[in-house]
Nanobody, 130 residues
């Protein structure tokens, strides 16, 4: 079965950038392209937040309002990998970031529904502090 491995987190200062990666380690490219990918995050003591989602062939991308114009989602299906480019990081961005897979096509009204996504992994920690 698929194993999702997130990487790229770290400790940065406000205004810095990070690129997170998510690799489906047991998926061939023809399998990875069958799923949309979503990024979620969870800060200590807080609920999980939907950050962004990208459709199977990258034709549609969705972002939470609080990261729009700062974060960019992308994918390379031939590498079974998705990315989240995070620019101008703020202290409130500090959280554990997770990637997940979604079999149904995401739309503008439902892309962030947590129940539609599967294969929670360990996540990667992002810390933003001066």
């Amino acid at each position: 079965q698929v194993q999702l491995v997130e990487s790229g987190g770290g400790l940065v200062q406000p205004g810095d950038s990070l690129t997170l990666s998510c690799t489906a380690s047991r998926f061939a490219p023809f399998e990875f392209v069958a799923y949309a990918v979503g990024w979620f995050r969870q800060a200590p003591g807080e609920g999980r937040e939907a950050i962004s989602s990208i459709s199977k062939s990258a034709g549609r991308k969705y972002y939470a309002d609080f990261v729009k114009c700062r974060f960019t989602i992308s994918r390379e299906n031939d590498k079974s990998t998705a990315y989240l480019q995070m620019d101008n990081l703020k202290p409130e961005d500090a959280a554990i970031y997770y990637c997940l897979l979604r079999s149904a096509m995401p739309g503008a009204s439902n892309w962030g529904n947590e129940v539609e996504y599967k294969h929670w992994g360990q996540g990667t920690q992002v810390t933003v502090s001066a």
